[in-house]
């Protein structure tokens, strides 16, 4: 009796669990969709950054500009962005999203300037439910046993996308260290960003 009632709860266990597991399954995409996906973000944006503060243990923000556009070669978007800082500097990003059909993966990579080649930095899946992209870093020879920095490109209904960087801290957890959100910029604001 005790086993059946023991293999009775395992058993509703697996069918309550399997749907979660399911819903956090990446989603396969064909080429025209991840095409799809990455047009949204082309563009010109404002961009609000938020970075965490360990001193002041809070989060502080910096704004700038962003555009992303598309490439004629594959199924990629540019992304290039200059953040302003209160001190007057300011800081360029710039690399590649882009799906690769022959992997079933997107990609985030940047062009080494010594060498010409391109680096891919995060590689990462579509997973619908949550109307995100998330992206894991490359393994990196440095240390094997860190955790990799994970990015999250998140999709509003209104347009908008953020993007979130989470980093391990000492103790190993995951958390929020920098978020970008990209709003459109209006034609008056383009042109004076030009």
Known sequence: MKKS?????AAVLLAWSAPVTQAQSPATLS??????????????WQVIKSNWNPEK??????????????????????EHAEIVFADGTSKTEAGTLRYKKSRHQF??????????KEVILFTGHWYPDFRTILMTASPSSKNKNAKPDEWRYVFQENGTFTKMV????ANGKMILTDQYHFTPASAST???LR
């Not at 243990?57 to 540019?78: F, H, I, L």
């Not at 989470?166 to 801290?169: D, I, L, S, T």
Request: net charge negative; hydrophobic share 40%; aromatic share 6%.
């Open 5 to 9: 009632v023991i293999f009775l709860l």
């Open 31 to 44: 080429s025209a969709d991840a095409s799809f996906l990455l047009q949204k973000t082309l563009g010109d």
């Open 57 to 78: 243990q809070e989060m502080s923000k910096v704004s700038g500009r962003a555009t992303y556009s598309p490439s004629t070669t594959d199924v990629s978007v540019k």
């Open 107 to 116: 990609e985030y990579v940047q062009t080494d300037l010594a060498t010409g």
């Open 166 to 169: 989470h980093q391990a801290n």
């Open 190 to 192: 383009t042109a004076v």
